[in-house]
């Protein structure tokens, strides 16, 4: 048998108080301003991602022009690069 306590009794009472037509009304105002705040959200969203991916394809190709530029001091910090991440990986594996 279940025993129902008397807070428990109160807020079956409470519930059953509750106009539905109300509730109803309620859960479609949450529903429009949830619709309402995502829109706004993916749009913000959207601006910040293509602001971002213009940034890095313009620093992409500025790093491209430099290493243009300085082709041979490109070429040596490539190879300075490769041998100490060869020299550390040889370390690591010893």
């Given at each position: ?30 529903r429009t301003y ?60 010893e």
């Amino acid at each position: 048998m279940v025993s129902w306590s008397k807070a428990e009794r109160k807020a079956g009472g409470f519930i059953k108080e509750l106009d539905t037509d109300d509730l109803y009304d309620q859960l479609d105002n949450m529903r429009t301003y949830l619709k309402e705040l995502t829109g706004a959200f993916g749009k913000i969203a959207n601006r910040q991602w293509g602001r971002a991916r213009e940034l890095a394809g313009d620093t992409a190709h500025d790093t491209e022009d430099l290493m243009k530029d300085n082709l041979a001091a490109s070429l040596i910090l490539a190879l300075g690069l490769g041998v100490f991440i060869g020299y550390m990986i040889r370390r690591g594996s010893e």
